[in-house]
């Protein structure tokens, strides 16, 4: 059984940081591309970030130059490094990764992390 489980969300001002973390966990052979979503309040969910298992990203426009998405391959984890916060960075925030287990390939998701920005 494999699982993602977000961390690191919380409450900050805005012009503030915040850093999460998605750790993968199970009977995994590889992780393929692992992304970051969100799903504002009223709001579709959408992508915010990604990285290939070769380390090549790609950022939603909303967010280039204010956040940073890495990998650490050796501990099956992702990261979202969040700066310069702004109120419409408010979301729930989501990993996504395609990952191979011990039978086959499918599309996980994790939990979700609140993320508020706000004065």
């Known amino acids: 059984q494999v699982q993602l489980v977000e961390s690191g969300g919380g409450w900050v001002q805005p012009g503030g940081s915040l850093r999460l973390s998605c750790a993968a966990s199970g009977s995994i052979r590889r992780i393929y591309t692992m992304g970051w979503y969100r799903q504002g309040p009223g709001k579709q969910r959408e992508l915010v970030a990604a990285?290939?298992?070769?380390?090549?990203?790609n950022y939603a426009d909303s967010v280039k130059g204010r956040f940073t998405v890495s990998r650490d391959n050796a501990k099956n984890t992702a990261y979202l490094q969040m700066n310069s916060l702004k109120p419409e960075d408010t979301a729930v925030y989501y990993c996504?990764?395609?990952?191979?287990?011990?039978?086959?390939?499918?599309?996980?998701w994790g939990q979700g992390t609140q993320v508020t920005v706000s004065s």
């Open positions: 996504n990764a395609g990952i191979t287990g011990s039978l086959y390939y499918d599309d996980y």
């Open positions: 990285i290939t298992s070769g380390g090549s990203t």
